[in-house]
């Protein structure tokens, strides 16, 4: 299952800060940032619908995150 979501990540830097969360927090899931699409899209990868965990997590991290449908 492929959920994607808008966010407000912008730089490759605080995708590099987020990297060791999101790899612990999501494991097993696979997850990328589209920070050229204007949405800043991040697309996570796995076996079930784990939505609103991963909007809670970047949330936490003073992210906005919405799952786009």
């Given at each position: 299952m492929v959920?994607?979501?808008k966010t407000s990540v912008q730089h490759k830097k605080q995708v590099k800060?987020?990297?060791p969360l999101l790899d612990h927090s999501l494991k097993p899931a696979v997850w990328n940032f589209d920070l050229e699409d204007c949405d800043k899209i991040f697309r996570v990868e796995a076996s079930s619908n784990i939505s609103h965990d991963v909007i809670r997590?970047?949330?936490k991290?003073?992210?906005s995150c919405e799952e786009l449908i």
């Open positions: 959920l994607v979501f800060q987020l990297k997590l970047l949330n991290e003073g992210f």
